[in-house]
């Protein structure tokens, strides 16, 4: 078996033991994990051992203790039968992060606007300079980025690591399906959405901020929904 690393991961108490990929199994992993969240590789595509080996320029066994671990990421579906395809993206899945996140960002928004952090504001403001820009230049994927920093700036600044991991995992876990929401569109609702937050948080109105981020949580979460009854084959679950 390829070479693993034990780590300790504190998760409060007691503490989570797990292993942890490395060499040739950890670039596959890293490498085809970023492969499927861009969408490369399409929700249900057959996965061809094979062709891994020579995209990654490994053995056969790498490949296989990759997919492994992908598997239990939830990004990959390893079927004795069949083979490996891509994960469809389960809407429950999809529901059950959002609600998280609409429980840890709203309260996190409504801290920020009690508080009114002149630091955050100022950064909360460029990131929103920035937006704009990438939105002015079509750049989707820097305005994606930029998203992503946005909602990381509410919970990390608090200074709640544990909060702050939970939140980014449930980021993470949508990521692949907000990447089929990136269009004109919603990328402007995004914007209109985000600068709704902030307002609130520079006013110092608590409530408008929760109510601000669960109406931008919302709408993504619908128009994923709407999304996987036009395009069925892309999901798991309804």
Request: hydrophobic fraction near 45%; charged fraction near 30%; charge should be positive.
């Amino acid at each position: 078996m390829g070479a693993t690393e034990e780590t300790g991961l504190t998760v409060g108490s007691p503490v989570v033991r797990m292993t942890r990929p490395s060499g040739a199994t950890a670039r596959v992993v890293d490498g085809l994990r970023r492969a499927i969240v861009n969408l490369e590789f399409e929700p249900g595509a057959k996965l061809d051992k094979a062709e891994l080996t020579r995209r990654f320029g490994v053995s056969r066994f790498p490949v296989a203790e990759a997919l492994n671990r992908l598997k239990e990421e939830g990004l990959v579906d390893i079927r004795p039968q069949s083979g490996s395809i891509v994960s469809r993206i389960r809407l429950a899945d999809a529901r059950e992060n959002m609600f998280l996140r609409r429980a840890l960002e709203g309260e996190a928004v409504a801290y920020h606007a009690q508080h009114r952090s002149k630091e955050l504001l100022s950064a909360l403001r460029l990131n929103m300079g920035q937006q704009k820009v990438a939105i002015a230049g079509d750049e989707r994927a820097q305005f994606h980025r930029l998203d992503l920093e946005l909602h990381d700036l509410f919970v990390s600044v608090i200074g709640y690591p544990r909060a702050r991991a939970v939140a980014e995992g449930a980021r993470l876990s949508l990521d692949r399906a907000r990447r089929l929401l990136i269009t004109p569109r919603r990328i402007a609702l995004t914007f209109r959405e985000h600068a709704a937050i902030v307002a609130a948080i520079a006013a110092g109105d608590a409530l408008a901020a929760r109510k601000a981020m669960s109406a931008h949580l919302d709408s993504v979460i619908g128009e994923l929904e709407d999304f996987a009854r036009e395009y069925p084959a892309l999901f798991d679950g309804n």
